[in-house]
């Protein structure tokens, strides 16, 4: 397994813009599928975005895309998700989490071995 920690949440205005990164440990990241998930309060955890080991295909929730962009940077075992013209509806807390590569392009959290603690956003309006 992968440990994972998520960053760069915060509280930002409709419209604006958060980039949340996460960082793995160990030497196996490039192997992995990784994900971006989400959870509202009272709500179950929603699936926003995946990226395949290479870092060169991803797949977005219909809920993000055009807004939301999804990257990885394996030489510094990073993932990233740029969002942009955040909505109220957005607000949830956000995890990484990863999966064996074979699992790309996966939607389901079951799928995913590996899951960071959450990072909050907050989108007023």
């Known amino acids: 397994q992968v440990q994972l920690v998520e960053s760069g949440g915060g509280l930002v205005q409709a419209g604006g813009s958060l980039r949340l990164s996460c960082v793995a440990s160990?030497?196996?990241?490039?192997?992995?599928?990784m994900g971006w998930f989400r959870q509202a309060p009272g709500k179950e955890r929603e699936f926003v975005a995946t990226?395949?080991?290479?870092?060169?295909?991803?797949f977005y929730a219909d809920s993000v895309k055009g807004r939301f962009t999804i990257s990885r940077v394996n030489a510094k075992n990073t993932m990233y998700l740029q969002m942009n013209n955040l909505k109220p509806e957005d607000t949830a807390v956000y995890y990484c989490a990863a999966a064996d590569g074979r699992y790309y392009p996966s939607t389901l959290p079951t799928d995913f071995g590996s899951w960071g603690q959450g990072t909050q956003v907050t989108v007023s309006s």
């Open positions: 990226i395949n080991p290479s870092g060169s295909r991803t």
């Open positions: 160990g030497r196996t990241f490039s192997s992995y599928a």
